[in-house]
Every structure is written in C-alpha cells, then in structure tokens.
C-alpha cells in the first residue's frame, strides 16, 4: 500500500492522516473515524424505518431524508481522501449542512405522523452525538491548518 510522508510536530488522527509527533504523515482509513461509525448508524436506522413508509412518503420525504443522512458519512469519506485539510474541512462542513438537513426531514416525518415519539427518542442520542462530534472534528482540522502553515513558514 503507498502511504504519504510528511513532517509535523503534533500528534492526532484527523481524518485520512494520521500525525505523528515529530514523525511522519501517514494514512488512515475514514472507516476508523468514530464521527464516521455514528453517521453509518444514523443512516442505517434511518434506512429501516423509511423503508416501511407507504409509496407516497417514501418517494417524497423519504428520499429526501435517506439522502440527507447518507451524504454525512459521504461527506466525511470524501473530505477525509481528498489529501489536504483545506479540502477535509470543507467537506467536514458540508457533512454538518447534511446534518442540519436530516433534521428538518426527521421534524417533517414527525409531524406528518411517519415518525412516532418513541422513533424520534431512539434516534436523539445519536443525532445529539453526532452534532457536537462533527464540530469537534471541524475544530481539529482548523487546528491543524493553522499547525500546518505554521510549520510551512518556519
């Protein structure tokens, strides 16, 4: 497997890289990221329960929603290979405006009545959980920009 090298002075996993104190820049799938393990869960809950819509709010909210929640994981997956945190940054925001999208569905299926009470608790720990991980991940990668310009002008 080819892996990219690079310098840097701190240590964390952000994203597809993994940053070794004083070491080397190495990959790391976004398979591994926890903020990526809980949208995969999101989405796959999400997933049974639209699937026993009826036709109409399948085609409709449905859909809508099922792409909404996807596109988190996706946006994660897709930020975390694109090879720089500029790009992993912007895709990680992008993954918090699909978080912000699934909730307006999930307000609109609950107050058509597709989603009972008991649904909507079930699924609020992990929404609530995903919203303030994906800011922390936000942070980080900010974090680790400005790490990374710091070192580049040194």
């Known amino acids: 497997m080819h892996r990219r090298r690079r310098h840097y002075y701190f240590g964390i996993v952000i994203g597809y890289w993994l940053l ?6 190495a990959t790391v799938s976004f398979e591994k990221l926890e903020i ?10 999400l997933w049974v329960l639209v699937l026993s819509w009826d036709s109409f709010a ?16 996706a946006n994660i997956a897709e930020g975390s290979g694109r090879g720089s945190f500029q790009d992993n940054r912007r895709f990680v925001r992008i993954a918090r405006g699909s978080l912000n999208e699934t909730r307006h569905w ?11 009470q008991s649904q ?6 992990l929404l609530d959980e995903l919203a303030p991980r994906l800011n922390a991940y936000l942070n980080s990668i900010s974090r680790n920009i400005t790490n990374e310009q710091i070192t580049n002008n040194k």
């Open 58 to 73: 399948k085609d409709t909210l449905g859909k809508q929603l099922v792409r909404a929640v996807d596109s988190i994981g």
């Open 106 to 116: 999930l307000r609109r299926a609950f107050k058509r009545g597709l989603l009972t």
């Open 20 to 25: 070794v104190i004083g070491g080397i820049l």
């Open 120 to 125: 909507v608790e079930s699924l609020k720990p």
């Open 36 to 45: 990526y393990q809980l949208s995969e869960r999101l989405s796959d809950e």
